[in-house]
């Protein structure tokens, strides 16, 4: 198994809703990432989880809670979000933090607020 | 944060012409990535560059780690029309004791069959 799966693809939530993202990885990565991309817009790092301890937070809202409950498994809780955080929500894993191999993407999950 | 400057930032071809993009910056990278992103899709690793110098190919593509590590180049040649999409240069680098992938604006590629 060599990829990063997302679910859901989409979503449509309201600014009042609690929704869960879900990735799953079993390429035995110990580094776990999610971005955020905006339309015609790179990815933008949010956090970075290497060995299921939270290492990088980009100074994101609150409102954006990550869990990683076992190595394979990265969740984005999300909570009261605002219509401008519509936008691809992106998962990525590597072997470790700053692996050279580069990071293996998902497809994302397109995320609309409304 | 560092900072990525890639160009061009669209690029119109014909099928079978060669494309270059490139990508610099101000700071030094450990590693550089070059990413290739379909619509709805996730961005797929094409080619890493690992050592100052190193030119490495992946079929028609063909990039380049520079001297300075300071930027890097990615050709495609004799393009095809699922070659459309767009193209993402990506650094690597230490930030404290952690390591940041940062990307650039990309380069969005269409190609005329």
């Known amino acids: 198994d060599t990829e990063v799966t997302q679910t859901p693809k989409h979503l449509v939530m309201g600014m009042t809703n609690k929704k869960s993202l879900k990735c799953e990885q079993h390429?035995?990565?110990?580094?776990m990432y999610w971005y955020k991309q905006k339309a015609k817009k790179p990815p933008e790092l949010m956090f970075v989880?290497?060995?299921?301890?939270?290492?990088i937070n980009e100074s994101v809202p609150s409102r954006f809670s990550p869990e990683c409950p076992n190595s394979s498994l990265l969740n984005l809780h999300l909570h009261a979000l605002q219509p401008e955080d519509s936008a691809l929500y992106l998962c990525?894993?590597?072997?470790?933090?700053?692996?050279?191999?580069?990071?293996?993407f998902g497809s994302g999950t397109r995320l609309t607020v409304v | 944060g560092q900072q990525l400057n890639q160009s061009p930032q669209s690029m119109f071809i014909q099928e079978g012409e060669d494309v270059s993009m490139n990508c610099t910056s101000s700071?030094?990278?450990?590693?550089w990535l070059w990413y290739k992103q379909d619509p709805g899709e996730g961005p797929v690793l094409l080619i890493a560059?690992?050592?100052?110098?190193e030119l490495t190919s992946n079929g028609r593509l063909t990039a380049q780690f520079g001297i300075t590590r300071k930027d890097s180049f990615l050709n495609i040649s004799a393009s095809i029309p699922s070659d459309v999409g767009i193209y993402f240069c990506?650094?690597?680098?230490?930030?404290?004791?952690?390591?940041?992938?940062?990307f650039g604006k990309g380069t969005l590629l269409t190609v005329n069959p």
């Open positions: 390429m035995g990565h110990r580094a």
């Open positions: 700071s030094i990278f450990n590693t």
């Open positions: 989880y290497s060995y299921e301890k939270l290492s």
């Open positions: 990506a650094g690597l680098y230490p930030r404290g004791s952690n390591y940041k992938l940062t």
């Open positions: 560059l690992y050592k100052a110098g």
């Open positions: 990525a894993s590597s072997h470790q933090q700053g692996a050279q191999a580069g990071y293996t």
